[in-house]
């Protein structure tokens, strides 16, 4: 009884406080890993996950952590594994993506896919995206595997294929069909990042929502005939009066929890003029909040974005000989709603603004990714939270992404997630070495903290309490 009673306090001792990693270790093991996985060709199109697939799945099944392929095309297999944990908690579900977008080798100094270390970074496609996130979620787990210490909730990691476009094959195939083996209550992805400039963090940003990508179709119609006799009802000039005045007109601005947090946050880290823009930008004294998103519009495009449903008019087709009248003429626009917007009322709006009997205004197709919202409020934000001070010793920045990611098929199913991801340095960017750009690098010391932050904050949210 004594003895047990003894083992208990251990275990219970243990449960609080479970012994580090050995980190120099980890590191090397954490390089070792990510150099394999970004050996891997996985470019999207055409695709070709499975070698990566194949390697996760050893690694994990190696060391003892089940993991399951689900493939809706046999090359292109997701790998989901899971640690148990008592079930007191609902899961976390740690997402990345294996696939890559594609290169083009003439452009890289180093091999596209040699994961060559040089000065401190390592080269390669997927660097940055994604397969930075898929390492950090591989050593977490492997982590935690064996510190075997009791969980409250289950982890699970999905790595997914075909996030580069494909995501048929990927989160839809996923969230679709085999939603029961990732449902979680949280989950974490990529979609953050920290922003470092000479070397030091200046704030890390936390992926907390995203708008939804719409597109309008605007089609005008007139009467066709002879170019040397102008008619009033010439479809290209109606259109182009009709994009004038969507472009001219800017829906307003309309600040949520993330947003408003944002640029509160960003505010507390600015020159006293961007300070009091950013400021200004969310008040509810629209003649202040004009003049603000005056300047954002010219100079902070992103930020302007962000305060609102945007419209980019990116395509415009009409007319096929220079002495022809066309009858039609059409143009696509970009929308990109706030994630609580009514599109039906929304597009009401623009045919309001546009008040021309001509031009027929209609949503068009586009691979809709669903909305949903994330809360900040939360368990999981306060752990992320608490670990960008301890690791970076600096500011998070609740993000709202203009663009979208595989979050949004689970946010609409109601899980809450949070895109994070390595320091990078702003500088890199315009040099060509950042996602989707020309080349493709990361800090080797960035990855390894982020690692570190990343098992980190699962810990704290998995760890019996
Ligand atoms: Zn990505």
């Excluded at 963090?201 to 179709?217: C, D, G, Y």
């Excluded at 001219?248 to 020159?271: C, D, G, H, M, V």
């Excluded at 003429?329 to 929308?335: F, G, I, K, P």
């Excluded at 990611?405 to 899980?415: E, N, P, Q, S, V």
Aim: charged residues 25%.
């Amino acid at each position: 009884m004594a003895l047990l009673l003894m083992v208990t306090a251990v275990t219970t001792l243990t449960a609080q406080t479970p012994a580090q990693p050995d980190w120099t270790k980890i590191d090397e093991e954490t390089m070792q890993h990510f150099q394999a996985l970004l050996r891997f060709d996985t470019t999207d199109p055409p695709g070709g996950e499975k070698p990566a697939a194949d390697y996760l799945k050893q690694v994990l099944d190696k060391a003892g952590i089940p993991a399951q392929l689900f493939a809706l095309e046999p090359n292109r297999p997701n790998v989901v594994a899971r640690l148990k944990g008592s079930g007191s908690k609902r899961p976390l579900l740690l997402m990345a993506h294996t696939d890559t977008v594609n290169v083009d080798p003439k452009k890289w100094t180093h091999p596209p896919f040699s994961a060559t270390r040089d000065g401190g970074y390592v080269y390669s496609r997927g660097t940055v995206d994604d397969k930075d996130n898929v390492v950090a979620t591989l050593m977490t787990l492997l982590m935690i595997k064996r510190q075997n210490v009791p969980l409250d909730r289950d982890v699970i990691a999905l790595f997914e294929a075909g996030e580069e476009g494909t995501t048929r094959v990927g989160i839809q195939f996923m969230a679709n069909q085999h939603f029961a083996d990732i449902d979680a209550e949280y989950c974490l992805a990529e979609g953050g990042n920290g922003s470092r400039e000479g070397g030091q963090v200046k704030f890390i940003s936390v992926q907390t929502l995203e708008k939804i990508p719409r597109a309008i179709s605007m089609t005008a119609r007139g009467v066709a005939g002879h170019g040397s006799v102008p008619l009033q009802t010439n479809s290209i000039v109606h259109l182009a009066d009709a994009v004038a005045k969507v472009a001219k007109w800017q829906p307003p601005i309309r600040p949520n929890e993330t947003t408003a947090a944002y640029f509160k946050r960003l505010a507390s880290i600015s020159t006293p003029e961007q300070a009091e823009r950013y400021r200004n930008a969310l008040s509810p004294d629209s003649k202040v909040s004009a003049a603000a998103d005056e300047y954002l519009r010219a100079n902070e495009p992103r930020h302007a974005s962000m305060l609102r449903t945007s419209i980019s008019p990116n395509m415009f087709t009409g007319g096929y000989r220079v002495n022809v009248i066309p009858s039609e003429a059409t143009a696509t626009l970009d929308v990109r709603t706030l994630p609580d917007e009514d599109p039906a009322k929304f597009l009401e709006e623009v045919q309001r603004v546009v008040n021309d009997p001509s031009v027929e205004i209609k949503y068009t197709a586009r691979d809709v990714r669903p909305g949903g919202t994330t809360r900040l409020n939360t368990e999981a934000f306060e752990a992320i939270e608490a670990n960008v001070t301890k690791h970076y010793k600096t500011i998070t920045l609740p993000t709202m992404s203009t663009g979208a990611t595989d979050m949004a098929y689970l946010r609409a199913k109601g899980i809450q997630c949070y895109g994070i991801g390595p320091a990078m340095d702003v500088e890199d960017g315009p040099k060509g070495f950042g996602a989707h750009s020309d080349q493709e690098r990361i800090l080797e010391s960035e990855l390894y903290r982020f690692v570190r932050f990343n098992y980190d904050v699962v810990m704290d949210l998995v760890r019996k309490k």
